[in-house]
Nanobody
Framework: QVQLVESGGGLVQAGGSLRLSCAVS???????MGWYRQAPGKQRELVAT???????NYADSVKGRFTISRDNAKNTVYLQMNSLKPEDTAVYYC????????WGQGTQVTVSS
Protein backbone atom coordinates (compact mmCIF):
# COMPACT_ATOMS: atom_id res chain seq x y z
CA GLN A 1 0.00 0.00 0.00
CA VAL A 2 1.26 3.46 -0.88
CA GLN A 3 2.29 5.58 2.08
CA LEU A 4 2.46 9.38 2.20
CA VAL A 5 4.52 10.98 4.97
CA GLU A 6 4.27 14.75 5.37
CA SER A 7 6.74 16.74 7.43
CA GLY A 8 8.12 20.23 7.96
CA GLY A 9 5.20 21.90 9.68
CA GLY A 10 5.47 23.97 12.83
CA LEU A 11 4.65 27.21 14.56
CA VAL A 12 5.70 30.37 12.76
CA GLN A 13 4.90 34.05 13.04
CA ALA A 14 2.94 35.83 10.34
CA GLY A 15 5.25 36.75 7.49
CA GLY A 16 7.47 33.76 8.08
CA SER A 17 8.26 30.76 5.91
CA LEU A 18 8.11 27.00 6.07
CA ARG A 19 9.03 24.24 3.66
CA LEU A 20 6.88 21.12 3.73
CA SER A 21 7.98 17.76 2.39
CA CYS A 22 5.94 14.74 1.35
CA ALA A 23 7.79 11.46 1.04
CA VAL A 24 5.99 8.84 -1.03
CA SER A 25 6.68 5.11 -0.74
CA UNK A 26 6.44 4.48 -4.49
CA UNK A 27 7.37 6.20 -7.69
CA UNK A 28 5.60 9.48 -8.38
CA UNK A 29 7.26 9.95 -11.76
CA UNK A 30 4.26 10.09 -14.10
CA UNK A 31 1.67 11.27 -11.60
CA UNK A 32 0.24 14.67 -10.89
CA MET A 33 0.57 15.48 -7.20
CA GLY A 34 -1.19 17.95 -4.97
CA TRP A 35 -0.94 19.66 -1.60
CA TYR A 36 -4.14 20.08 0.38
CA ARG A 37 -4.97 21.65 3.72
CA GLN A 38 -7.73 21.35 6.27
CA ALA A 39 -8.35 24.04 8.82
CA PRO A 40 -10.37 23.35 12.00
CA GLY A 41 -14.06 23.11 11.24
CA LYS A 42 -13.52 23.38 7.48
CA GLN A 43 -13.39 20.98 4.57
CA ARG A 44 -10.12 19.88 3.06
CA GLU A 45 -9.12 22.18 0.19
CA LEU A 46 -6.69 21.87 -2.68
CA VAL A 47 -3.81 24.33 -2.37
CA ALA A 48 -1.40 23.50 -5.18
CA THR A 49 -0.80 20.92 -7.89
CA UNK A 50 2.13 19.87 -10.04
CA UNK A 51 1.95 17.51 -12.99
CA UNK A 52 4.58 15.22 -14.43
CA UNK A 53 5.79 18.01 -16.69
CA UNK A 54 6.19 20.28 -13.65
CA UNK A 55 3.35 22.59 -14.63
CA UNK A 56 1.82 24.06 -11.50
CA ASN A 57 -1.48 25.52 -10.34
CA TYR A 58 -2.39 27.29 -7.13
CA ALA A 59 -5.45 28.30 -5.20
CA ASP A 60 -6.01 32.03 -5.40
CA SER A 61 -5.48 32.33 -1.65
CA VAL A 62 -1.84 31.17 -1.90
CA LYS A 63 -0.84 32.33 -5.38
CA GLY A 64 2.40 34.27 -5.30
CA ARG A 65 3.27 33.02 -1.81
CA PHE A 66 3.48 29.21 -2.12
CA THR A 67 5.57 27.16 -4.53
CA ILE A 68 5.08 23.46 -5.20
CA SER A 69 7.94 21.37 -6.56
CA ARG A 70 8.90 17.73 -6.94
CA ASP A 71 11.97 15.52 -6.92
CA ASN A 72 11.07 12.35 -8.79
CA ALA A 73 14.38 10.68 -7.92
CA LYS A 74 13.49 11.00 -4.23
CA ASN A 75 9.74 10.42 -4.70
CA THR A 76 9.19 13.61 -2.75
CA VAL A 77 6.94 16.62 -3.24
CA TYR A 78 7.64 19.97 -1.59
CA LEU A 79 5.63 23.04 -0.68
CA GLN A 80 7.58 26.22 -0.02
CA MET A 81 5.36 28.62 1.91
CA ASN A 82 6.39 32.26 2.22
CA SER A 83 4.65 35.32 3.66
CA LEU A 84 2.53 33.08 5.82
CA LYS A 85 -0.73 34.42 7.23
CA PRO A 86 -2.80 33.28 10.22
CA GLU A 87 -5.43 32.00 7.79
CA ASP A 88 -2.87 29.52 6.45
CA THR A 89 -3.13 27.65 9.74
CA ALA A 90 -4.20 24.09 8.94
CA VAL A 91 -3.07 20.50 8.67
CA TYR A 92 -1.35 20.07 5.32
CA TYR A 93 -1.52 16.86 3.29
CA CYS A 94 -0.18 15.69 -0.03
CA UNK A 95 -1.68 13.11 -2.34
CA UNK A 96 -1.83 11.85 -5.89
CA UNK A 97 -4.27 13.70 -8.11
CA UNK A 98 -7.17 11.66 -9.41
CA UNK A 99 -6.34 8.49 -7.50
CA UNK A 100 -7.82 6.95 -4.37
CA UNK A 101 -4.75 6.81 -2.18
CA UNK A 102 -5.22 6.80 1.62
CA TRP A 103 -4.25 10.07 3.24
CA GLY A 104 -1.15 10.41 5.38
CA GLN A 105 -1.15 11.89 8.86
CA GLY A 106 -0.49 15.39 7.57
CA THR A 107 1.71 18.06 9.11
CA GLN A 108 0.38 20.87 11.29
CA VAL A 109 1.12 24.45 10.29
CA THR A 110 0.25 27.16 12.80
CA VAL A 111 0.75 30.82 11.95
CA SER A 112 0.52 33.28 14.81
CA SER A 113 -0.44 36.90 14.32
Amino acid sequence: QVQLVESGGGLVQAGGSLRLSCAVSRSIGTNAMGWYRQAPGKQRELVATINSGRSTNYADSVKGRFTISRDNAKNTVYLQMNSLKPEDTAVYYCNFMGRSIPWGQGTQVTVSS
